[in-house]
């Protein structure tokens, strides 16, 4: 598909109900349907997407931060404009694969805000996103992204909830600060994570979304290879296509692209 802009699916939710492994199965299934070039952007300081990915990544942004900052960089010439040297940098350090590329944001060990590495960000999307067709965003867990504004103009948010009251509470208070800080987000959906098989868990479930508000994209089952291949540190992305999680998220996937292209997507 050719397009202008890079459709951009952001995942967020609290910590450890799943984001990256969601993000991971998302960027398989776009290599699967034959997406041009999709990029999965780390967005969370802790990095793990890269690993569940499959891929090395050696520099983060929040490296490139520092050395732009550094007074000893002094490889550049000093009419550089800086939003080249940002993007000379940021190509750099992005990691391709056949399948996507991997850009992960890391941290700022060092002086400077942190806000500077989401700016950058912010501009390598804003700049950028027209080499994509697709760009998967790892949010980083609670709502630091949204109130730095990281994730403005998405297509899609997924905000992922384990299958609690709390969880779903917490997913409910991000559309909310969404809608309250203004970012704008053509669809946002609750997707409930390591869902059980019980009826009457599940049902009580769907009930608490119902009052929520919250619009279910899709459950995700309790997976036991999810649990085997993180414990020896196997590459979510290579999950047998009949492992349940990788079922569910498909067809999360094909509801999400299905609702941003009207016809084939790629
Ligand atoms: N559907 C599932 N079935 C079984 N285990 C799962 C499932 N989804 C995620 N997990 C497990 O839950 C843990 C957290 O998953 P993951 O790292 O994707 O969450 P996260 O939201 O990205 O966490 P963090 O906030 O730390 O970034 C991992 O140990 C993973 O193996
Ligand atoms: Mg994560």
Known sequence: MKSDKAKIIAVAGKGGTGKTVIASLILKFLAEYGAERALAIDADP???????????????????????????????SE?????????????????????????????SEGIGCYCLINDMLRHFIDTLSGRFTTIVIDCEAGLEHLSRRTTRDVDT???????????????????????????????IYLVLNKVTEDEVVKTALLDMVKDSGLTLIGTVPEDENIRAYDLIGTPIIELPDDSKAVVAVKAIFEKIIGKNHESSPY
Do not use: W
Request: hydrophobic share 40%.
């Open 46 to 76: 802790a990095s793990c997407l890269p690993s569940t990915l499959g891929v090395k990544v050696n520099k983060t942004i929040g490296d490139i931060r520092e050395e732009i900052a550094s007074p000893s960089q002094v490889f550049f």
């Open 79 to 107: 009419d550089m404009p800086t939003d080249m040297l940002i993007e000379y940098k940021i190509d750099e350090i992005t990691v391709n694969t056949p399948q996507f590329s991997v850009l992960a944001m890391g941290r």
């Open 157 to 187: 948010m997924l905000v992922v909830s384990d299958p609690t009251k709390r969880g779903i509470d917490t997913a409910l208070a991000i559309k909310n600060l969404a809608e309250k800080l203004h970012i704008h987000f053509q669809h």
